[in-house]
């Protein structure tokens, strides 16, 4: 029992009682949570019956018909716009990609496009991209008002990370391959590149005096780069340095892929994620191999450095177009926007169709 205190004593005392609660610390404070799916509409798309000339196959084929999912978001003139991947049905790996375009002016119902707005053609980068095609994009905007988009090309045997710009979203530019020289034809994909959220709008930040993107689908990993275009592996004894690796016994035992670009937040680099569960030693608590959301946070000053992550995944498969399709049980994240207020998270269902969940921005 303290009989007698003195000033010390006292200050000490109302100093870990007395804490400022805005101040206080829990393991998820940095996130953006909770997220709610909005089942009154989802999924949002579904394959359509948009045709367009195929510039390889020289004939009209119905580029959307088999699935559609994998949406990256972007906010243009108080617009949302979805680039999403669509699959036809002739292709002889499980039908060749192209990248959509729809808009919307809630963030709920969407306009299609009637053409695929990025797509394989007779150009320098056909190599890469026929006959699997273009897969999974992901977006950012710079200062001047340009559009980059990291997609994955793949070419029937191996993806390879790309990179595309441009300044109305409806005709881009190829740039090429993000990895070159020695990682040219090494397996890469799911570029997330880090920006800031200003006002309506993720504009690419340099920290350090560069440009960073996390990606991979296996650990994951990270380039830099002067100008968005041209990118550098970040290398540890010479091999690409690895920032976050799967856990034993969680939604992410078996693998981690880069979701939408990450922001730069008061408490560090946000980054959304998808893992998916091991068959054994994952989740219990999740249907094996099933594709979950996860976050985590980056130092700002060092982006290779984990600060924090969360310990259960906010997003998982429970809606029957979530465990049924064409790959099953998945929630696949890529696009993210604010919006009127909220935030909208736009995710792959079942790699087969598009669904949203919101949140609030606060």
Known sequence: MIRKTNGCLVILLFLLFSCDKKKSVTADDWAILPFTKVDSVNPIISAGSGEFFCPILKQNIKWEEKDVFNPAAVVKNDTL?????????????????????????????????AAPILFPNEDFMKKYEWEGGIEDPRIIEDERGTYFLTYTAYDGKL???????????????????????????????SGAIVGKLVGDKVIAQKINDKYWMYFGDTDLFMATSDDLIHWQA?????????????????????LVESGPAAMITQEGILLFYNGMNLATNGDSTIAKGAYCSGQALFDLKDPSKLIARLEKNFLRPDQPYEINGQVNQVCFIEGLAAYHGKWFLYFGTADSKIAVATSEVK
């Open 234 to 254: 970040v290398e540890e004894n010479g091999k690409l340095k690895s920032v976050i690796q799967p856990r034993k016994g969680y939604f992410d035992s078996r």
């Open 81 to 113: 716009f979805l680039l999403y991947r669509a699959e036809d049905v002739i292709g002889k790996y499980a039908g060749t990609s192209r990248i959509g375009l729809a808009y919307s002016l809630d963030g709920l119902h969407f306009t299609r496009y």
């Open 159 to 189: 993806a390879r990370l790309c990179i595309a710009s441009s300044v109305d979203l409806k005709q881009w530019t190829k740039q090429g391959l993000v990895l070159n020289g020695k990682y040219t034809d090494a397996w890469s994909k």
